[in-house]
């Protein structure tokens, strides 16, 4: 079986958002589509406000007037399943039912030929499940696109046990000639995006709980530091607690009530409350014209240090350090170089000095657990970023052991920097780090369990959800290591399953502990 022919009909069933967007673009790459919808009228409607689209679309240069009459030729209304005998792929986009699916999938057999592909646009429900009680299971795949279809470029490629490659095959190719960005992914819950994102919201849950900062100066930290399209906190509420609450608890109950995808009780509380976000007016911000976004936390301007030197251990190479470095150099510091702090722990990572103080990246620790067991008190850390030479905002943390004094120079050096500076409470793993180790761990164990590829996972991330990088692709960039570190870090500190490390992380290190990485 290879890509579908461009004559090929393309039926689509259900006409919503998710069924429209799907009939939009297969009418645009040039196949006939035929979309269904039970309820009267819903489908000429729907076809009615695709036609608009490409009215908007030509008023803007971005279609030319042949191709757009030629696009809304190629969008008929099927009277009937009966219609869509000649098909060559349907679609579905109904309800998220298992039950509903099985029998429109049964009701489709008896119409379309046996090669006709049986494509379920689930973004939760076990594919297998889906096809077992159908007479040829094998030609059932998954073809999850997200929303808005027409903008969005990952389309989940999803096989469960009875799906033939061939069949799959198909259906990627398919997705690229519509111009997505398809990738492969093996049945199970959450396939790859809602899986793998999972400590996106859970991680910010947890240190919004734990009172390391308010919601406001979270999403700033991921999105200025992090390079985050948006802030955890205003991405549920866009997406809504009630959604989003709910497939966490899918997920977490497909998993057997693993740990690593527990629910959060703050966020059942906003369920409980009625605050689902944009869409009931409250979230975890408020909405209308009354209310304005709360700013972050920035600290107040301090003066800049006169010095600045670091300690590197003999042999250590320390990827964040360096950016660190270079950015402190750009800022017209003359970082000296000397000896590791006295009492460190042995190969304890590089650390910066000013007035006293000793500044780390985070390893996982708290700054007052590291500052004890380096006997400095004057400790303080640094999260981390997506790119240091351009980030704009940085986050802090000081060990209670701190002295003002210390703290408030090691504010002044980073702003001395360019950074905009704030100061979360002493959590351990930060904001950004401990996200997206959290990230790069799922990532990791979903191509370790065999649902996807390591080049899958990091394009599903980008494509389906605007990460500005893939988790693995992360991980290379700040080091196997650093994420093995972190994560032991913080399983020690909750003494939590739900921090345990992923094997294929520990086997990466084990084969190349200076240079382990995802990508060549």
Request: charged share 20%.
């Amino acid at each position: 079986m290879t890509a579908l022919e461009k004559d090929s009909v393309v039926a689509v069933v259900g006409s919503g958002a998710m069924g429209s967007g799907i009939a939009q673009v297969a009418a645009s790459a040039g196949h006939r589509v035929l979309l269904f919808d039970t309820r009267t009228d819903a489908a000429a409607k729907a076809i009615a406000a695709i036609g608009k689209v490409y009215d908007r679309l030509l008023e803007k240069g971005r279609m030319t007037a042949a191709d757009a009459a030629a696009a809304k030729a190629r969008l008929q209304v099927a009277a009937s399943l009966a219609d869509m005998r000649d098909a060559a792929i349907v679609v579905e986009a109904i309800v998220e039912n298992l039950q509903a699916k099985r029998t429109l999938f049964a009701d489709l057999e008896t119409i379309v030929a046996d090669d006709c592909i049986l494509a379920t646009n689930t973004s939760s429900i076990s594919v297998t499940a889906i096809a077992a009680e159908l007479r040829r299971p094998q030609r059932v795949v998954g073809m999850h696109f997200f929303n808005p279809v027409p903008l969005m470029a990952l389309v989940e490629v999803i096989s469960g046990l009875a799906t033939e490659a061939a069949v799959a095959d198909a259906v990627y190719a398919a997705a690229a000639t519509w111009g997505k960005n398809p990738v492969h992914a093996k049945s199970t819950p959450g396939f790859i995006v809602n899986r793998v994102a999972r400590p996106f919201y859970g991680e910010a849950l947890r240190l919004l709980s734990e009172q390391a900062a308010d919601a406001a100066t979270l999403d700033a930290v991921m999105r200025e530091a992090g390079a985050f399209r948006m802030g955890p906190f205003e991405l549920m509420d866009l997406i809504g607690h009630d959604v989003n609450f709910s497939v966490t608890q899918s997920v977490h109950q497909a998993y057997f009530g693993d740990p690593r995808f527990a629910p959060s009780v703050l966020q059942q509380e906003m369920v409980n409350a009625g605050f689902f976000g944009r869409k009931s007016g409250r979230g975890f911000y408020q909405y209308g014209d009354d209310h304005a976004m709360p700013a972050p936390q920035t600290e107040a301007p301090q003066p800049r240090p006169e010095t600045l030197s670091v300690s590197i251990e003999p042999g250590a190479v320390d990827i964040v350090t360096n950016q660190m470095e270079q950015r402190f150099a750009g800022a017209g510091f003359t970082v000296a170089h000397r000896k590791p702090l006295p009492g460190a722990a042995e190969h304890e990572a590089p650390a910066f000095h000013c007035n006293g103080a000793a500044v780390f990246v985070t390893d996982g620790r708290s700054a007052t657990e590291r500052a004890a067991a380096n006997k400095h008190p004057d400790t303080v850390l640094y999260d981390l970023a997506f790119d240091y030479a351009g980030a704009g905002r940085i986050a802090l943390a000081k060990a209670d052991q701190c002295s003002d004094a210390a703290w408030l120079s090691v504010v002044g050096l980073f702003q001395a920097a360019g950074f905009a500076v704030t100061r979360i409470d002493d959590v351990p793993g930060m904001v950004v780090m401990r996200t997206v180790a959290m990230l790069a761990n799922e990532a990791a164990d979903a191509v370790n369990q065999g649902v996807c590829s390591a080049a899958a996972v990091d394009i599903a991330m980008q494509k389906g959800v605007n990460y500005p990088r893939g988790p693995l692709a992360w991980t290379d960039a700040i080091g196997v290591a650093q994420v093995v570190t972190v994560l032991t870090n913080l399983a020690a500190s909750y003494g939590e399953d739900r921090y345990r490390v992923s094997p294929l992380l520990r086997r990466k290190l084990a084969a190349a502990p200076a240079g382990a990485r995802f990508h060549a």
